[in-house]
Every structure is written in structure tokens, then in C-alpha cells.
């Protein structure tokens, strides 16, 4: 099926564990990007990509990293993990159509929680 | 740096009837999308509607409907015929048209829960 697969749904970590959110998309997006959403505060922009080789950060790029090797993948990495990051992630992605105002499409998101 | 408003934590709506989620926005912009996501239980998010600002004509998809009053940046949702389906999270979120830094960035609202009762 089109459209942009997250993996895994659900994930619990230690503090100080580091792991990888995978996002992947199948429709030749230039554009993706990683958003946490948590309780009462919406959803915030974490970092982005509008191409491969090219990813800047967002509202709260803090204690992740991303990188854009291919168009279809832009993982997005929690070096040390903490409490604050526990949230869920969604990765979203559109065409360059976003320019013109169309909107994006969201993965499923993943849950994850830091004890 | 925009800013966008639901004041609306919650609401509900009996089945069949209408209801208006209110949505505010600050920016000094004046060209720019305003964009409604719908967030059922499954956690997906779902594009609802979209305005382009320079566009006076309010969008419209099949029973849903925007006010969009540029001047009071003002950019309502309304649901009309309400069906057990549409409750959700409704999030408003904005993104400026011009091109740039911080211009492919969404700037969401903190959501409006919306119950439909039978």
C-alpha cells in the first residue's frame, strides 16, 4: 500500500538507551519530516528533509538526529534516551507540491516511552 | 513566529446535527495555508480541509466547511450532518507560502476532542 510506513508502533526504552524510529515512503516525496506530539501541546516539528543529502532542524531538534540517504527513508535517531522523549513520533512527507499547499501525508506514529 | 489557537479543548455534537471547532492564528505574513487534520482513536492523521489565503472563497469537502476570516485570522471548521465517525482530535495548523527557512514547517494548534453522541 502507498504512503509512509513508521516501525516500530510501539517501543519502551531505558534512559540512556539510543535506538532509531524508521520511516519510510513509497510515493517519491522530496519532502519528509519527523513530528512528536504530546499531551495538550500539538504536534512539533522535530527535523526535516527536502531532498536526499539535505535534512535541517525544526522547533525541537534536541537529542535527535536524522539523515536522508535515500528519497524513500528518513530514520530519525534518539542518541541518549529520556523521559521528556517519551511521546509519539509521526513522520510526514509530501511532494514539492507542498509549495503549492497541499498537504502531507503522516505515518501511523510510534509510541514511545522512556523509564 | 506564528502562533495557532484552538480555545476548544473539548466539544460534542449529537449525531445529525452541526458544529463549528474554532480556530485562530497569528501571523505577520500574508500569504500562507491553513490546514485542518482529523486524528480518530487509530492515531492517523487525516487531512480534513485546506485554504489557501489568498483565496477569499472558503474551501469546502462534501459536509465539512471552513470560515476563513482573513482579517480576524480567524479559520473555523464546520461539520454539518455530524456522523459517529467524526469523532476525533481535530487539529488547525498553518504553514506560510513563501519559500525558505521555517517555510515547510506546520504549526499546529493543540486540538479540539470532538464527541459525537447518538
Known amino acids: 500500500n502507498a504512503g509512509v510506513t513508521q516501525t516500530p508502533k510501539f517501543q519502551v526504552l531505558k534512559t540512556g538507551q539510543s535506538m532509531t524510529l524508521q520511516c519510510a515512503q513509497d510515493?517519491?516525496?522530496?519532502?519528509m519530516s519527523w513530528y512528536r506530539q504530546d499531551p495538550g501541546m500539538g504536534l512539533r516539528l522535530i527535523h526535516y528533509s527536502v531532498g536526499a543529502g539535505i535534512t535541517d532542524q525544526g522547533e525541537v531538534p534536541n537529542g535527535y538526529n536524522v539523515s536522508r540517504s535515500t528519497t524513500e527513508d528518513f530514520p530519525l535517531r534518539l542518541l541518549s534516551a529520556a523521559p521528556s522523549q517519551t511521546s509519539v513520533y509521526f513522520c510526514?512527507?509530501?511532494?514539492?507540491?507542498?509549495?503549492?499547499?497541499?498537504?502531507?501525508?503522516f505515518g501511523s506514529g510510534t509510541r514511545l516511552t522512556v523509564v | 513566529a506564528q502562533t495557532v489557537t484552538q480555545s476548544q479543548p473539548e466539544m460534542s455534537v449529537q449525531e445529525a446535527e452541526t458544529v463549528t471547532l474554532s480556530c485562530t492564528y497569528d501571523?505577520?505574513?500574508?500569504?500562507?495555508?491553513l490546514f485542518w487534520y482529523k486524528q480518530p482513536p487509530s492515531r492517523q492523521m487525516i487531512l480534513v480541509i485546506r485554504?489557501?489565503?489568498?483565496?477569499?472563497q472558503n474551501a469546502t469537502e462534501n459536509r465539512f466547511s471552513v470560515n476563513f476570516q482573513k482579517a480576524a485570522k480567524s479559520f473555523s471548521l464546520k461539520i454539518s450532518d455530524s456522523q459517529l465517525g467524526d469523532a476525533a482530535m481535530y487539529f488547525c495548523a498553518y504553514r506560510r507560502r513563501q519559500s525558505g527557512a521555517g517555510s515547510y514547517q506546520l504549526t499546529f494548534g493543540k486540538g479540539t476532542k470532538l464527541s459525537v453522541i447518538p
Open positions: 510526514a512527507s509530501s511532494s514539492h507540491g507542498l509549495l503549492k499547499g497541499y498537504g502531507y501525508t
Open positions: 510515493m517519491n516525496h522530496e519532502y
Open positions: 501571523t505577520s505574513e500574508s500569504d500562507y495555508y
Open positions: 485554504q489557501e489565503a489568498y483565496k477569499q
